[in-house]
């Protein structure tokens, strides 16, 4: 399976986000990807235009057209635009297209990093090898993690080295993760439990990024023992300074 970079405005990003987006699609003038080059179960990784990552989702339905005339393009439009969420500069931009894309998405979530793409130089869409995937997961927070201040990790969501994971006396610490968190600043620390952060610093990160239940804690593996961390906002993107100037300032084309 290959994974895939699209690069739209984040207006429909965030529609994606929301539930109320469920189908992207593409149509083209000539047979360029992702026609006839994504599947099901391939994952998408979502970029604003000149903007970050928003988001990640699994293709769940893959339809392909060709030998498109304007006619079938408004009957594409009848059926599937409300899924779509196409505006009508968006089907008028579209209309002497030869070739459509359409894919339902399942499991979206709000991410903050996706894989190295080179410089788009026009393109919108971007097919990479599995290889480039990064490895990243997310923990939602819950009241109980947001009022005592831990980061639990469950093992069926990942599971670390085994010399990670330590006793809940310092004498039987594991080996230190460092988890490089978004200001700059090195952790080091290892799990008790089997699951629990031993590092109890997260209250001032979940202040400053007004965290909420629901909320998520974002890490994504840089190599075995390094993680680089983010903080999500569930459903509604990543809370950010860089976010909010590229949702303010972005005119790039869908």
């Not at 978004?182 to 952790?187: A, N």
């Not at 190599?223 to 993107?237: N, Q």
Request: proline share 7%; hydrophobic share 35%.
């Amino acid at each position: 399976m290959a994974i895939h970079v699209a690069i739209l405005k984040w207006p429909y990003i965030r529609m994606i986000l929301d539930g109320q987006k469920t189908i992207e699609s593409r149509l083209t003038k000539i047979a360029r990807p992702p026609y006839r080059r994504i599947q099901a179960g391939d994952h998408i990784y979502f970029k604003a235009s000149s903007g970050p990552f928003m988001a990640k989702a699994v293709a769940d339905k893959v339809s392909f057209y060709d030998s498109l005339t304007p006619r079938k393009i408004n009957a594409l439009r009848r059926h599937f635009n409300r899924f779509v969420c196409g505006d009508d500069s968006y089907w008028q931009s579209k209309c002497d297209s030869r070739y459509a894309t359409l894919i339902t998405l399942r499991k979206v979530t709000p991410i903050t990093k996706g894989p190295n793409i080179p410089p788009s130089r026009g393109l919108a869409w971007f097919v990479l090898d599995q290889a480039d995937d990064p490895k990243m997961f997310q923990v939602a927070l819950t009241p109980g993690a947001i009022r005592n201040r831990y980061v639990r990790v469950p093992q069926k969501v990942h599971q670390f080295p085994p010399s990670v994971y330590g006793g809940r006396k310092i004498a039987h610490a594991g080996k230190n993760l460092i988890l490089l968190m978004p200001d700059g600043d090195e952790v080091r620390t290892d799990l008790i439990d089997g699951t629990m952060f031993r590092w109890r610093g997260w209250g001032s990160y979940f202040d400053k990024y007004q965290m909420q239940p629901g909320d998520a804690v974002q890490l994504t593996q840089i190599t075995a023992w390094r993680y680089r961390v983010a903080f999500v906002e569930r459903y509604r993107g990543p809370r950010s300074s860089e976010t909010r100037k590229s949702a303010g300032s972005d005119t790039g084309s869908r």
